[in-house]
């Protein structure tokens, strides 16, 4: 019984001091190099950043204003979960995140953004909206290790420097066979250029074979980046 005792007398001095402890101490806990923060301010357990970045080898996704509130019995475990939402204009972000090592796993993610952002990621200019809902994703710094949910991009269109070409709307079914594996199924949902097909393999080695049709013919330029 006295042991008891003790042990939920350490329990709560242990709650208490993570409860107080500055916000900046959140920095430890983020992968080096996965996640930017700036203007931190609050405790561990509820803080904001006042600006969050998200390195990617094609440029920073900048995530905007990164407020978070941390379960304190995750941080015992030395994996600390925290339930996180930003914005950034008219693009949003939540989910809840843990990490263990290098290591990091979304669960319940729900994202909104302008398809524009693509365009450092894709050899053309694009628009549109992409809402992305994952039940989870688990991520390194190099690799994507496994992943279930789906992605669907509506109103999309292709922009050139003198025209703008309607394309359509278009859903992604994302799972993972096995760890570090993806396969993905793309379908059209409505407009004039339907595309479908798969794709399967690891982040290192990933194939993709669509089906590309169009109602009207195509612009050049878009028919090449394709």
């Known amino acids: 019984m006295r042991f008891l005792s003790i042990a939920a007398a350490v329990l709560l001095l242990l709650g208490v001091a993570l409860a107080s402890l500055p916000a900046r101490v959140m920095t430890i806990?983020?992968?080096?190099?996965?996640?930017?923060?700036?203007?931190?301010?609050?405790?561990?357990?509820?803080?904001?950043?006042?600006?969050?970045?998200?390195?990617?080898?094609?440029?920073?996704?900048?995530?905007?204003?990164?407020p978070w509130s941390i379960s304190p019995l995750s941080l015992l475990s030395l994996s600390p979960t925290a339930q996180i939402d930003s914005t950034w204009g008219d693009q949003r972000l939540s989910?809840?995140?843990?990490?263990?090592?290098?290591?990091?796993?979304?669960s319940d993610l729900d994202a909104s953004l302008n398809?524009?952002?693509?365009?450092?990621?894709?050899?053309?200019?694009?628009?549109?909206?992409?809402?992305?809902l994952f039940e989870e994703l688990?991520?390194?710094?190099?690799?994507?290790?496994?992943?279930?949910?789906?992605?669907?991009?509506?109103?999309?269109?292709?922009?050139?420097?003198?025209?703008?070409?309607?394309?359509?709307?278009?859903?992604?079914?994302v799972s993972s066979p096995g760890e570090g594996l993806i396969e993905t199924q793309v379908d059209t949902l409505a407009g004039p250029v339907t595309v479908s097909g798969t794709g399967s393999g690891s982040m290192e080695a990933y194939?993709?074979?669509?089906?590309?049709d169009s109602e009207e013919r195509m612009p050049e330029q878009l028919s090449r980046a394709l």
């Open 29 to 66: 806990f983020v992968p080096e190099g996965q996640l930017l923060l700036s203007g931190v301010s609050g405790t561990l357990l509820e803080g904001r950043a006042a600006r969050a970045v998200l390195p990617t080898p094609q440029g920073p996704l900048h995530l905007g204003q990164l």
């Open 95 to 106: 989910a809840s995140v843990s990490a263990s090592g290098e290591e990091v796993r979304l």
């Open 115 to 132: 398809a524009a952002i693509l365009k450092q990621f894709l050899p053309i200019d694009v628009e549109g909206r992409a809402s992305l």
């Open 138 to 173: 688990t991520v390194t710094p190099t690799t994507v290790k496994s992943a279930e949910g789906h992605i669907t991009w509506r109103n999309a269109a292709w922009n050139s420097s003198s025209s703008r070409y309607r394309l359509g709307s278009y859903v992604a079914l």
């Open 207 to 212: 194939s993709m074979e669509l089906l590309i």
